[in-house]
T-cell receptor, first 112, second 115 residues
Framework: DAGITQSPRYKITETGRQVTLMCHQTWSHSYMFWYRQDLGHGLRLIYYSAAADITDKGEVPDGYVVSRSKTENFPLTLESATRSQTSVYFC???????????FGEGSRLTVL | DQQVKQNSPSLSVQEGRISILNCDYTNSMFDYFLWYKKYPAEGPTFLISISSIKDKNEDGRFTVFLNKSAKHLSLHIVPSQPGDSAVYFCAASDALGFGNEKLTFGTGTRLTIIP
């Protein structure tokens, strides 16, 4: 089925390790986003991409790196994980210009 | 600075009654507003939206009201059903469709419908 798939769905890692969360969409949507969800903060934008090879920072980009060599993939890398990066991460793409994001199922990351 | 605020973290409503979820914003440049619904272990899903040129938008049991002067919007669900139990996020954007496709989300309200 068409959609957005995220992997892994669950990940436990240790402080200082590198972690990559994968995101793949099958619609060829131009815009893709990474959000994190934390209690008391809602959904906060980490990075977004308007097209392949075009990325930009969101509200909370520190400690994260993204790339987008292909339209369908938008991986998010934590270069040196910290406990404050324990969160649920959602990848999304925009279905049309009216702001209707389509989200993946999320990746729950725990940093010990 | 939280530009989109949902001051009620939780709300409980009897089945069949009206649920009213509120959202306030501070950025006067916001001109498009959306509501998303989220079930546990799933991603948020789009529910309903409203442009700043309107003050009301209706879709079945869901109605969103926008009061621009008060920088306030609300989502009404009538009648409430058990399947409506979820976390609801309001979101806002400025200049959507003009190269600014980012959304700013609120903190969410957990709605529980009591059978």
């Amino acid at each position: 089925d068409a959609g957005i798939t995220q992997s892994p769905r669950y990940k436990i890692t240790e402080t200082g390790r590198q972690v990559t969360l994968m995101c793949h969409q099958t619609w060829s949507h131009s815009y893709m986003f990474w959000y994190r969800q934390d209690l008391g903060h809602g959904l906060r934008l980490i990075y977004y991409s308007a097209a392949a090879d075009i990325t930009d920072k969101g509200e909370v980009p520190d400690g994260y790196v993204v790339s987008r060599s292909k339209t369908e993939n938008f991986p998010l890398t934590l270069e040196s994980a910290t406990r404050s990066q324990t969160s649920v991460y959602f990848c999304a793409s925009i279905r049309n210009v009216a702001g209707e994001l389509f989200f993946g199922e999320g990746s729950r990351l725990t940093v010990l | 600075d939280q530009q989109v605020k949902q001051n009620s973290p939780s709300l409980s409503v009897q089945e069949g009654r009206i649920s009213i979820l509120n959202c306030d914003y501070t950025n006067s440049m916001f001109d498009y507003f959306l509501w998303y619904k989220k079930y546990p272990a799933e991603g948020p899903t789009f529910l309903i939206s409203i442009s700043s040129i309107k003050d009301k938008n209706e879709d079945g049991r869901f109605t969103v009201f926008l009061n621009k002067s008060a920088k306030h919007l609300s989502l009404h669900i009538v009648p409430s059903q058990p399947g409506d139990s979820a976390v609801y996020f309001c979101a806002a954007s400025d200049a959507l469709g003009f190269g600014n496709e980012k959304l700013t989300f609120g903190t969410g309200t957990r709605l529980t419908i009591i059978p």
